[in-house]
């Protein structure tokens, strides 16, 4: 994929039930991306685990730790 210089976000709350994250991962795997940086974790300013974050070429998946559908 030639990368443009910019970057997509996509997010999902993991609880989630109306378009949960497996789905979205399933999604996002089929589009066959080359990952830059594997799944990690990102944290709260106390050190709490916000949500995972995995980079892609040309796009960021994030998930967010305790967040349903109003995610946003």
């Known amino acids: 994929m030639k990368q443009y210089g910019y970057k997509i976000l996509f997010f999902s ?4 039930g109306a378009v949960p994250t497996l789905g979205t991962r399933r999604w996002i ?5 080359p990952i830059k940086t ?3 974790p990102f944290y709260t300013a106390d050190k709490q685990v916000a949500g995972y974050l995995t980079r892609y070429d040309g796009m ?11 995610s946003p």
């Not at 960021?60 to 109003?70: Q, R, S, Y």
Request: hydrophobic share 35%; no cysteine; aromatic share 4%.
């Open 13 to 16: 709350g993991d609880t989630d």
């Open 29 to 33: 795997s089929g589009l066959k991306m």
């Open 38 to 40: 594997p799944t990690a």
């Open 60 to 70: 960021d998946f994030a998930t967010i730790h305790g967040a349903g559908h109003m």
